[in-house]
């Protein structure tokens, strides 16, 4: 708490009550310009503390504890469906307010530039036509590269994402951005798979690396299936797509990576300790990916999410 910290407590909390009484600055703004939590306040301040102020000091640490947890990510539903499940009985509006009064907001997007080359050799035809669902793992992945910038140099990412639970079973890392690459990826994902992936539709765009003769080989020595979406449009190929998206939004863009090296540990840290695990997915209703495989192994017959 800085400065705060080192000030007499009851004095503290004494401004934070004449902001409200005079100015009508609610208590959680007042908490957050000073830099204590509201519960830090309800106990130096000198008038009783009601129940409701407790609990109100109470989500409000909450809410904050959750979106640190994020990464400073989750918007206000996010949020609110992690504090349900923990036991809170609160609405969404309400958290939306809170966050909003301790100056807490999600991630906004940014416009990417795709990588996309198109190969010279004859496209595979598109199996998914923009169907990006699945009704169990490894029927359909879907695979893309994108680019992160560090002080070294360019690091190029390849991913192949299974559509069932957009887990992230593949990936590989490099100064290039070639056939090697995708490639590598791809035997990630077998390998996390166990080996056996035969009859596995992996769909992507037109680029030259998905088209070229290594790659090709690759999918006919593990029984894989190319599908490709169009030229020029990302649509064909959205999950992938907004994989980068939440990659490059939630966590790249707030970092500055010195070395390829140290964009590689940070990155891979973040999609096996993270994204993978913890991450609520709106397509997994709101679960991780690890999770929804789970509930789905234990229950083939649970609904999948919209």
Known sequence: MGEVAAADP??????ISDCKAA?????TTACRVLGVSESWFYKWRHQPVTAREVRHGQLADAIRHVFDASGGTYGSPKVWITLVRQGWRVSVNTVARLMAELGLAGRKARRRHGLTRPGKRPAFPDFVRRDFTADAPDQVWAGDMT???TSEGKLYLATVTDLFSRRLLGYAMGARHDADLVAASLNMAAATRGGDVKGVIFHSDRGSEYQSRRFRRACRRLGVTQSMGRVGSCFDNAVSEAFNSVLKVEYVHRRTFTTRTEARQRI????????NTR???SACGYRSPIDYERDHQADPAVELAA
């Not at 009851?10 to 401004?15: I, K, M, N, S």
């Not at 891979?268 to 994204?275: E, H």
């Open 279 to 281: 991450r609520l997915h």
């Open 23 to 27: 100015e009508k600055i609610p208590h």
């Open 268 to 275: 891979a840290t973040w999609i096996t300790g993270f994204y």
């Open 147 to 149: 680019e992160i910038v």
């Open 10 to 15: 009851a004095q503290v909390a004494g401004v």
